[in-house]
């Protein structure tokens, strides 16, 4: 059943609106009319599993406008209204989110301190479940504002928290977690140049009623790749709908991506991400990403490494991950980057502590 799930939810993020600019026809894809035959065979029970598996995914509002727009030639009343409400109340939850990050931010900017809201807004108009946001700040002064402004309660944080330079807030009556990514980047804090030009290459942008500082389009996608290669191995749809957003930005440039992730030791991760997207893309959609060749070449592998698994696109950590590791670990090192190769070499001891505390307890809290 999740197949089916992601395979018509695939189907109708990448096979069903205008072809994107920055992407290229190839075959035909999956077939978006069977996708619509395999959703008519579903029951009440399967249909709102697929809902929420819509929304484990971060693609929720764009899938179901898309298939609104769908049923209005059906008339399936039933599941029309269920849609309808979805939507409106998925749309209600962000709306309020968005005020609360706004006072946030704006909180912030009064007191003289710059911050950039990253990965969230990268799903507009979806919304992720947490909101993140990056600061040169010092910690105190965001506890500060978070506990004196919000009455926010800080949460312990983790042995992976503190390397990564990460603090997390509850704020009353936000459903959301605030996590504040300060001075640093990466799975273990190892990207500090990286996260140092992130806000003097940062842009606004509007969304709704509300603007916020978010990075540029190649820091966008290094960001993700840091996400997704180096730290969760795994794809959400939001990722993939995402990035395709993402390239048709024409301000988007491959060579000055290239340059920057070849400077933070992940070019290899960034190339690879790439083309697990335009594969996807291709095999959904029947259309692929228009990547130059430096990014084909530069890929470590493809959308045929990554297997669905316990709901999810699955990057296989052996040896694909580890290779990219290597390979950031490996440039740190020529570059000299002391901080950032001791970071690094700490992660295979703390992955398994992770591992035996996971297996021993259930749970690797306290650890990640």
Partial sequence: MVMDHIAILSSLLFNSGKTPQRLESKADGRNLEEALVNLAQFDQADFTSLVKFASDHHVIVRSLEILRGLLDEETDDARMTQVVRTIEKERTRIAHALRILERICDKCEDAGLKIVVIKSLDHWPDLGSDLDLYTNADPADIAHIMTICFRARRIERSVGDR???????????????VEFHIGRLGQMGEQVQLARRLIDRAVFARFDRHC??????????????LQRMYRHFYFRLCDIADTVALLEDRAFDHSTLRADAEKAGIWQGAATYLAIVSDYVTTYGGQSLALPPFVRSSAQFGGSEVKLRKGFLRVPIVPHSVNLFIAELASMTGSKNISGTLRLSLLPW???AAAVSQKLSGSDKGIW
């Fill in 212 to 225: 916020f500082r978010i990075p540029g389009p190649e820091d966008r996608l290094m960001i993700s790749t």
């Fill in 163 to 177: 390397l990564a330079g990460k603090w997390n807030f509850l704020v009353p009556g936000l459903p959301e977690l």
């Fill in 350 to 352: 703390l992955g398994g």
